[in-house]
DNA sequence: TAAGCGACTTGAAGGTAGAGCA
DNA sequence: TGCTCTACCTTCAAGTCGCTTA
């Protein structure tokens, strides 16, 4: 399959989606492999990056081309993650301690090795910094306090001390490592070779210059209106297409057999904030306000289907007008419910046809019942037994708990990393009591298989529910829904996405997160924060406890946060994406990325003219917005030293990419071979003009591979400079800019207006996989794909079969008709459709069998959720008639509720 | 001015309801 | 009716980016 790349602006972008794709599924199950080479990389810290700046003014001399290609070989046999911590010394010293491990662990503790071997390498690698520091060129545009320097100074002995730590450790194991590493490499770099050599899918070049349609576009954006996202509305007229029955619709009123005490405790005081919010619209031109009593509408019915449904609103409009404006599923009668099977009407707040507020204010009312909080831990039956070195021990609950949490994944890959079974191991023991504390020692004579055995048999116990559990399952958890579910917001009853607070369990980090294995302890009432208005009515925390505290802030969007104690991150209970303040979010982030359309060609214009410039960190900043442009990538923050060592545009290292002057045939290739976001790698052969390629060069000379690529920039700096080009513009407005165009073009190129629904479809998704490529986005095989390719394959064959079938009896049954009676002739008609059902059938299978073997290593939903102006496909379903569910599954479509109704078939993103 | 924090978006994994099939 | 499989949905980790603080 061939895509373009909209942004390419010279050659071919050969991504290798297949070949990469089978060595990121090995890198993600079989845990190390290809993971293992990404962390290979000899992080520098920011002071350290700040340190080579310093250094970088004062040096004049270079490095030899064979000092440094020495360096670059031993890296690679050495291949480590350098990250100094007492906690690092800690799990050393456990490791040291858990000699008698089984086979599995005897694998980690190579790895631990491994690492210690990396640390050595890393002072090795200290030296050879301040070697080349004082060798590099310099640029001299910038000057450092000395005061600063001191720090660095200081900063740099620590480090020189922690690293003589490492080594006096590093001499208690064993040494037989570097072989194992190369070994290790060895074996990546044949699995890179082979998979260079699968079935590729590759971008196709792509003029860089806009297309002559772009011209139009402008123009046609041109005419929108300039005061930002609110210009979206150049298409709303053509809304007529789904909506024009519903127009002149009164809105209507809430189904009076709501009963529910909550819902009307809730109900009552909607009056008063309405009022409220009515209040807040005050600034609204009258004519607006009078438009937005008629928001509340029911969802637009796409479908033909949908349309006999019409009547039942039109009947209700008749009862009296009261609490008119909140309308939800919940709060429908059974009258308007739909038959099973078929959508449940809701009824929509179109807020996007109000005007937005630009106060920074996010609402004027917020009433919610707070969060729900994990059940209590149920201690297990005293006949599941937990041994230690084959002795039975009864665990104290909160040690039980925890060691529940281990037995529950013992057959996941976690527990076969040693990172992870240390950090368990040491947030297990300060939980125990002291003498369980005395008597475990050693992970690895714990014995969890009853737990997990029990564990199973709930898990099984579960599945097997009869129906009418399912059903009080079910209702349970519609009731719980309906409590602590919904929020009210300026007069609107709105879904909230995460009401639940994360359970008590096992930090799951990916990649080769320093933290996975930590307990992520349960948060208690005491730990949250709620956020409402002043005049609601406040969540009651459980009894028996306090909130930390009732906040009022109306510029923020949460509901309740807490801080995770594992990453000291915050967490939020926020709205759902169909919410209006999501809603908003999404529209004008679709904006942003369509006025970038309209400057587009001038930014680079102006960033090639930058590969010129006297700075380096001009330079430097033009060639990183050449990637981040032309190959979607991510801004690339730094990160700290205890998170996964992933990377992205600014943040490369000399390690992720490789320059060839020719390769393939084609001539100034990179090479780009890193992990992103998720540990995800990303693997692609770029040809990118000489002068890019020249520039890399200079960027990379003289630097080891674990130095920065782009050792002058930012993405702070990268995203200022952003913002004097055009308003609102970020790295990350790149991303969504083109995979938006990307899906208009592909669908434009790939579309044939007069195929079948099902061969449309397939075009959609080819248009939305080129994104996802593009977009790097990466999925494990599917379990079980083969086998289920497998049974298609033999569905198809079987109908291939009655096909063949068919035509046999159809050939017979004309010859027939020609010599015989009117009876002859109806039964040849007869088995003529039944050979068009038959073939339809089958095609409807071959397109199918194409669109799943394309698809089973692409995660198309990323890029549709997040990327794709909806705009695009809802213009295209209603261009070429394509029912808008095939496109959007029903979450999707609540999502995207604004763009169904603004979009018309002509919308032009 | 770098570092840290807060608020939000983006992202893949994993569990499961229910569609589809024998 | 029971079983299989997959599309959907939830979960929570990991990004981005703006703002504040030291």
Same mark, same amino acid.
């Given at each position: 399959m061939s895509v373009e790349n909209p942004t390419s602006d010279n050659d071919c972008d050969s991504r290798k989606v297949n070949g990469n794709k089978s060595e990121h599924v090995n890198g993600m199950h079989n845990g190390y492999s290809s993971s293992e080479k990404h962390k290979s990389s000899h992080k520098s810290s920011s002071k350290d990056k700040h340190r080579d700046k310093e250094r970088d003014h004062k040096s004049s001399s270079k490095h030899s081309s064979s000092s440094r290609d020495k360096e670059k070989h031993s890296s690679k046999n050495h291949s480590s993650s350098h990250k100094s911590s007492s906690k690092d010394k800690e799990r050393e010293k456990e490791h040291d301690k858990n000699k008698d491990r089984s086979e599995k662990e005897k694998d980690n503790k190579d790895k631990d090795r491994h690492r210690s071997d990396k640390d050595r390498h890393r002072s090795d690698k200290d030296r050879h910094r301040s070697d080349r520091d004082k060798h590099r060129s310099s640029d001299g545009d910038k000057k450092h306090s000395s005061s600063s320097k001191d720090k660095e100074h200081k900063s740099r002995d620590k480090d020189r001390e922690n690293d003589k730590h490492r080594k006096e450790k590093d001499k208690h194991r064993s040494d037989n490592s570097s072989s194992k590493d190369k070994e290790k490499h060895s074996k990546h770099k044949e699995k890179s070779s082979s998979s260079e050599k699968q079935e590729k899918i590759k971008l196709e070049p792509e003029e860089y210059k806009e297309i002559v349609t772009t011209n139009n576009l402008k123009q046609e954006?041109?005419?929108?209106?300039? *005061?930002?996202? @609110? =210009? =979206?509305?150049?298409?709303? #007229?053509?809304?007529?297409? #789904? /909506? &024009?029955?519903?127009? *002149?619709? !009164? +809105?209507?009123?809430?189904? !009076?057999?709501?009963? $529910?005490?909550?819902? @009307? #405790?809730?109900? *009552?005081?909607k009056t008063a904030h309405k009022r409220a919010a009515s209040e807040s619209q005050e600034d609204i031109p009258l004519l607006q306000r009078k438009k937005s009593k008629k928001k509340i509408k029911r969802e637009p019915s796409y479908n033909s289907e949908d349309e006999e449904e019409e009547e039942i609103p039109k009947k209700k409009k008749k009862k009296p007008e009261k609490r008119k404006s909140i309308k939800t599923e919940e709060s429908s009668s059974p009258v308007k419910r739909k038959k099973k099977g078929e959508e449940e009407e809701q009824e929509v707040w179109k807020w996007w046809e109000e005007k937005k507020k630009d106060d920074g204010t996010k609402w004027q009312f917020l009433e919610h019942k707070g969060p729900l909080f994990a059940p209590p831990y149920e201690p297990l039956p005293s006949n599941v037994k937990f041994r230690y070195d084959g002795k039975e021990i009864r665990l104290s609950e909160e040690a039980e708990e925890v060691a529940g949490f281990y037995a529950r994944m013992l057959d996941h890959d976690y527990t076969t990393k040693a990172t992870f079974n240390n950090n368990f191991f040491h947030d297990w023991k300060k939980v125990m009591t002291s003498e369980e504390a005395k008597l475990i020692k050693d992970l690895s004579k714990c014995d969890f298989k009853e737990m997990q055995a029990y564990f199973q048999m709930l898990s099984e116990k579960n599945k097997n529910r009869t129906k009418e559990e399912k059903a009080a399952l079910k209702a349970k958890n519609e009731e719980i829904q309906k409590e602590f579910g919904f929020c009210i917001i300026d007069g609107h009853k709105e879904k909230i996405g995460n009401f639940r607070i994360e359970p008590p369990g096992l930090f799951r980090g990916r990649g080769e997160h320093p933290k996975m294995g930590m307990l992520k302890k349960r948060v208690m009432p005491e730990d949250v924060l709620i956020n409402c208005s002043k005049d609601s009515k406040i969540p009651k925390p459980p009894s028996g406890h306090k909130w930390k505290e009732v906040k009022h802030d109306n510029t923020v969007t949460w509901l309740a946060s807490w801080t995770e104690n594992v990453q000291s991150q915050a967490k939020y209970v926020m709205l759902n994406p169909s919410s209006k303040l999501k809603g908003?979010? $999404?529209?004008?982030?679709?904006?942003?990325?369509?006025?970038?359309?309209?400057?587009? $060609?001038?930014?680079?214009?102006?960033?090639?003219?930058?590969?010129?410039?006297?700075? +380096?960190?001009?330079?430097?900043?033009?060639?990183?917005?050449?990637?981040?442009?032309?190959?979607?990538?991510?801004?690339?923050?730094?990160?700290?030293?205890?998170?996964? $060592?992933?990377? =992205?545009?600014? #943040? /490369?290292?000399?390690?992720?990419?490789?320059?060839?002057?020719?390769?393939?045939?084609?001539?100034?290739?990179?090479?780009?071979?890193?992990? =992103?976001? *998720? &540990?995800?790698?990303?693997y692609n052969e770029v040809p990118v003009e000489k002068r890019v390629f020249k520039n890399l060069e200079l960027f990379m000379e003289n630097k080891k591979d674990s130095d920065d690529l782009f050792d002058r920039l930012n993405t702070q700096t990268l995203n200022e400079h952003l913002k004097d080009l055009m308003p609102g513009l970020t790295a990350k407005v790149f991303r969504t800019y083109n995979a938006s165009i990307t899906l208009q073009r592909q669908l434009e190129e790939l579309t044939d207006p007069d195929a079948s629904v099902p061969e449309k479809i397939l075009a959609y998704n080819r248009a939305n996989r080129a994104v996802a490529i593009l977009c790097n986005h990466q999925r494990a095989v599917p379990k079980g794909h083969s086998k289920s390719m497998e049974a298609l394959k033999e569905k198809i064959q079987a109908k291939r079969d009655q096909v063949d079938e068919a035509e046999e009896d159809v050939r017979q049954a004309t010859k027939d008709a020609k010599r015989g009676s009117v009876k002859e002739k109806l039964a040849c008609d007869k088995k003529k459709k039944a050979l068009d059902r038959l073939r339809d059938q089958l095609k409807k299978l071959e397109l199918q069998e194409t669109d799943r073997d394309e698809n089973k290593t692409i995660a198309l939903g990323t890029s549709k959720l997040n990327y794709l102006d909806p705009r695009i496909s809802v213009s295209w379903c209603k261009k070429h008639g394509v029912p808008i569910e095939k496109i959007y599954n029903k979450t999707q479509r609540d999502k995207f509720r604004w763009a169904i109704d603004m979009a018309g078939p002509d919308y032009i993103f």
């Open positions: 954006i041109k005419e929108e209106s300039e *005061d930002g996202f @609110m =210009g =979206g509305n150049t298409t709303v #007229s053509s809304c007529d297409y #789904s /909506l &024009s029955q519903f127009k *002149d619709e !009164p +809105m209507l009123e809430m189904a !009076p057999e709501e009963s $529910d005490e909550q819902e @009307m #405790s809730l109900a *009552d005081r908003e979010k $999404d529209w004008q982030k679709y904006e942003t990325a369509r006025k970038l359309h309209k400057c587009i $060609d001038k930014i680079r214009d102006q960033y090639r003219l930058d590969w010129k410039a006297k700075e +380096m960190r001009v330079r430097q900043r033009a060639v990183a917005l050449y990637f981040i442009d032309r190959l979607a990538l991510r801004a690339g923050n730094e990160k700290d030293d205890d998170q996964a $060592d992933t990377v =992205g545009c600014c #943040s /490369l290292r000399v390690e992720h990419i490789e320059l060839h002057k020719e390769k393939d045939g084609k001539e100034f290739v990179v090479v780009f071979d890193f992990l =992103g976001k *998720d &540990s995800i790698r990303y």
